[in-house]
């Protein structure tokens, strides 16, 4: 699975954007697509996620009722809308895309996942 991101940018606090991630070379269908995030510093984290099959959307409490994980089956796209950025959300953040395995799996972890897209800056300014 090839994994394009983009939409990255610099907005004010209180704004909006969305990323997009295209992918390419598999059938998406039994695939888990993440969005992760790494701020100057620390370590990567998860943001959200999203079962491409049924569309399920899972948040971290950071971004809840703020961003929007959703896709387009058509496109073979996921996206993520941001809402009322804050600057604490300013980061490089990366779309990633992991199967489905039959057993409880732990798709918050960064380490679950094994394609993933070459990153996208968000700067939010105060």
């Known amino acids: 699975v090839q994994l394009q991101a983009s939409g990255g940018g610099l907005v004010q606090a209180g704004t909006s954007l969305r990323l997009s991630c295209a992918a390419s070379?598999?059938?998406?269908?039994?695939?888990?697509m993440g969005w992760f995030r790494q701020a100057p510093g620390k370590e990567r984290e998860f943001v959200a996620r999203i079962r491409w099959d049924i569309g399920s959307a899972v948040y971290a409490d950071s971004v809840k009722g703020r961003f929007t994980i959703s896709r387009d089956t058509a496109e073979h796209t996921i996206f993520l809308q941001m809402n009322s950025l804050k600057p604490e959300d300013t980061a490089v953040y990366y779309c990633?895309?992991?199967?489905?395995?039959?057993?409880?799996?732990?798709?918050?972890?960064?380490?679950?996942?094994?394609?993933w897209g070459q990153g996208t800056l968000v700067t939010v300014s105060s």
């Open positions: 990633a895309a992991t199967i489905i395995v039959p057993n409880g799996a732990d798709y918050n972890w960064s380490g679950r996942y094994d394609y």
């Open positions: 070379g598999r059938t998406l269908s039994s695939y888990v």
